[in-house]
């Protein structure tokens, strides 16, 4: 396995980049016994290294496609969202306004909203339930 994924690892100066395959954000992918996981994790833990509970890799020199372990850190979810704000890669899919209209109207089918909406039906669902846009 190590040597599978190291063979999709470009090593430059600065960053190693995977050239394996990426999801749509940009990160890349890596299976590992039929299940698929971040490239980017897959290197920490061939580095021996573990992320304890509760925290997120994150990546500090910015670039998702980087899979070298000393780019990357440790953080909790909250310093993974403002690193993403901060970068501009942070992309909210829905307006205030779109997610009131939502929970206004929570009996239709969710199906059928997620489609209307552009999102996909678990994300209303949190949306109706209270579990996303606490602040709304």
């Not at 996981?37 to 020199?61: N, Q």
């Not at 992309?91 to 997610?99: I, S």
């Not at 929970?103 to 209303?124: C, D, H, M, W």
Request: hydrophobic share 30%; aromatic share 10%.
């Amino acid at each position: 396995m190590e040597e599978r994924f190291w063979s999709k690892v470009n090593k430059t100066s600065e960053c190693w980049l995977w050239t394996g395959s990426c999801n749509r954000d940009g990160y890349g992918r890596f299976c590992v016994d039929r299940k698929t996981m971040y490239a980017h994790r897959a290197s920490w833990f061939l580095d021996d290294k573990t992320i304890p509970e509760g925290l997120v890799l994150r990546h500090k020199c910015r670039n998702r496609n980087c899979v070298n372990p000393e780019h990357l850190e440790t953080g909790t979810q909250k310093q993974n969202c403002d690193d993403r704000i901060r970068d501009g890669t942070f992309k909210r899919k829905l307006t205030e306004e779109q997610v009131r209209q939502i929970r206004a109207r929570s009996t239709e089918s969710q199906n059928i909203l997620a489609k209307e909406f552009g999102v996909k039906q678990g994300y209303i669902s949190q949306i109706i339930s209270g579990k996303r846009w606490l602040h709304l």
